[in-house]
């Protein structure tokens, strides 16, 4: 379930779009923006489901969780059975990104 202020905040949103249509550029879906095509990734973003030693969990064909309220809200966005979203690790993002701050000298891939 997603805080309060976040539930507020996707209510905004949804009532926003419907006022002035869609805000993200195509082909990112109209909630979340969330789209494949990069150059950001969801891989360094701190709301992609990770295991306990901080690797991403990915299923069988390598597509990652999200744990975003916003992108858990977005229809566009498709769901495993838990209702989470199935997202590319390597080229997803959406505009809710949250990346890990990098070490000096290390350089974004
Ligand atoms: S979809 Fe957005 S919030 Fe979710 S892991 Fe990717 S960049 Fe982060």
Known sequence: MAEKSWLKKIAALRRLLDDVGPIWPAPSTKLSGYAED???????????KRDKEGKPVADESGMGRCNHPV???????????????????????????????????????
């Open 71 to 109: 992108v858990i809200a977005d229809k566009e966005v498709k769901k495993d059975k838990s209702l989470l979203p199935i997202i590319n690790i390597e080229k997803g993002c959406c505009e809710f990104v949250d990346q890990k701050g990098h070490e000096d000298g290390e350089k974004e891939e």
């Open 38 to 48: 990069g150059p950001y990734h969801c891989e360094d973003c701190t709301f992609l």
